[in-house]
T-cell receptor, first 113, second 115 residues
Framework: AQSVTQLDSQVPVFEEAPVELRCNYSSSVSVYLFWYVQYPNQGLQLLLKYLSGSTLVKGINGFEAEFNKSQTSFHLRKPSVHISDTAEYFCAVINTGGFKTIFGAGTRLFVKA | DAEITQSPRHKITETGRQVTLACHQTWNHNNMFWYRQDLGHGLRLIHYSYGVQDTNKGEVSDGYSVSRSNTEDLPLTLESAASSQTSVYFC??????????????FGPGTRLTVL
């Protein structure tokens, strides 16, 4: 069975500071990995995804994530955050060939002025 | 533009009543999903469908049912609403085929309160 652990439930950070949101997963088979963002009172939308190839994946809004197979991690980073990045971020995993996505519990990013 | 809509956006009901939440997508996706979102739990899968007349139970399906009579719609029914079903419900869809790498497109959510 697969699982996803987001290590921080809340991350407060000042505007223009860098941020890292941590995600670890467990799976006995190969997986695809995703980060979704949920702005207040909205549904989720895809930030980025890792399928194969380069372990550094770039997404929208200046976010990037690095897949580390040995550490089974897929941490999300941004070098300089904006107030508008305040949202909840979900890490998700799906095994290759599967259809059901497993979501982490979410990390609430709060960017302060 | 293609989209996925949910209605109602907010619903208050009483314990024991039957409630149906609507989900409509114009992406022409075969795969559709229903999740509930609760604090500390992230999104949990309730039911999903891979196409017309296909429905499957997710991890928290007790007390819920779905039906898929066409590609566009996957209504979620709470047969007898319970306070434990107070939550925010999200519908999502994705492409079929080699779709495990395809992103899911989410609706705006329905906030359901059961009193």
């Amino acid at each position: 069975a697969q699982s996803v652990t987001q290590l921080d439930s809340q991350v407060p950070v000042f505007e223009e500071a860098p941020v890292e949101l941590r995600c670890n997963y467990s799976s006995s088979v190969s997986v695809y990995l995703f980060w979704y963002v949920q702005y207040p009172n909205q549904g989720l939308q895809l930030l980025l995804k890792y399928l194969s190839g380069s372990t550094l994946v770039k997404g929208i809004n200046g976010f990037e994530a690095e897949f580390n197979k040995s550490q089974t991690s897929f941490h999300l980073r941004k070098p300089s955050v904006h107030i508008s990045d305040t949202a909840e971020y979900f890490c998700a995993v799906i095994n290759t060939g599967g259809f059901k996505t497993i979501f982490g519990a979410g990390t609430r990013l709060f960017v302060k002025a | 533009d293609a989209e996925i809509t949910q209605s109602p956006r907010h619903k208050i009901t009483e314990t024991g009543r039957q409630v149906t939440l609507a989900c409509h997508q114009t992406w022409n996706h075969n795969n559709m999903f229903w999740y509930r979102q609760d604090l500390g739990h992230g999104l949990r899968l309730i039911h999903y469908s891979y196409g017309v007349q296909d429905t499957n139970k997710g991890e928290v399906s007790d007390g819920y049912s779905v039906s898929r009579s066409n590609t566009e719609d996957l209504p979620l029914t709470l047969e007898s609403a319970a306070s434990s079903q107070t939550s925010v419900y999200f519908c999502a869809s994705s492409e079929s085929g080699e779709s495990s790498y395809n992103e899911q497109f989410f609706g705006p959510g329905t906030r359901l309160t059961v009193l």
